[in-house]
């Protein structure tokens, strides 16, 4: 168990629709890292928060929003979904305590299902 | 600009078998950290092991181990006696100032 926290573990919706994936990271840990992962595809960086703030950018498409709260948690909004938006999400943390050890603790991953 | 390179897409072995899976890397960071994870059938992402770019020490865990390069910018990692449950895919990782960037992977099969 690594710690990471993500809400809900599967979820199907229809094209068009807009969710919600939620991440709780790691205690103390004050950096949220969101991946995406395509069928048989490798880990494509989207956005890193630290401490509330955006500190990040990688290949989010515009129709994808993220934000950090004041207790660390994470949500990443996807709207208008597409079929190609079906995927593995990934929440991960690090930076403990400000001490940044440098691994990256995944949570088990939203599967996202659009029909 | 970061970039990991996996070569191997998939490695069928027969169990007991040692495997090796490479890992190329490219930075201009001076200072960086390497990475190994292993994503099993399950699905969920498990860290292996962290390298930082100032220690080049191999380190062996168990069945594991880890050759880290800097004169050609490699780490990779070896199963000795492979075993079934070995079998996942394998992400190499690199981490600079902010961003880590991952492999594409390589998908490790171990035949009973």
């Known amino acids: 168990d690594s710690g990471v926290t993500q809400t809900p573990k599967h979820l199907i919706t229809a094209t068009g629709q807009r969710v919600t994936l939620r991440c709780s990271p790691r205690?103390?840990?004050?950096?949220v890292y969101w991946y995406q992962q395509s069928l048989d595809q490798g880990l494509q960086f989207l956005i890193q928060?630290?401490?509330?703030?955006?500190?990040a950018k990688g290949n989010i498409l515009e129709r994808f929003s993220a934000q950090q709260f004041p207790d660390l948690h994470s949500e990443l909004n996807l709207s208008s979904l597409e079929l190609g938006d079906s995927a593995l999400y990934f929440c991960a943390s690090s930076i403990r305590g400000g001490q940044n050890t440098g691994e990256l603790f995944f949570g088990e991953g939203s599967r996202l299902t659009v029909l | 600009a970061q970039k990991v390179t996996q070569a191997q897409t998939e490695i069928s072995v027969v169990e007991k078998e040692d495997v090796t899976l490479d890992c190329v890397y490219e930075?201009?960071?001076?200072?960086?950290?390497l990475f190994w994870y292993k994503q099993p059938p399950s699905g969920e992402l498990v860290f292996l092991i962290r390298r930082n770019s100032f220690d080049e020490q191999n380190e062996i865990s168990g069945r594991y181990s880890w050759n880290f390069q800097k004169s050609t910018s490699s780490f990779n990692f070896t199963i000795t006696a492979s075993q079934v449950v070995d079998s996942a895919v394998y992400f190499c990782a690199l981490k600079g100032t902010y961003k880590y960037i991952f492999g594409t992977g390589t998908r490790l099969k171990v035949l009973a």
């Open positions: 928060y630290y401490n509330g703030e955006e500190r």
């Open positions: 930075t201009r960071d001076t200072t960086y950290y």
């Open positions: 205690s103390g840990d004050l950096s």
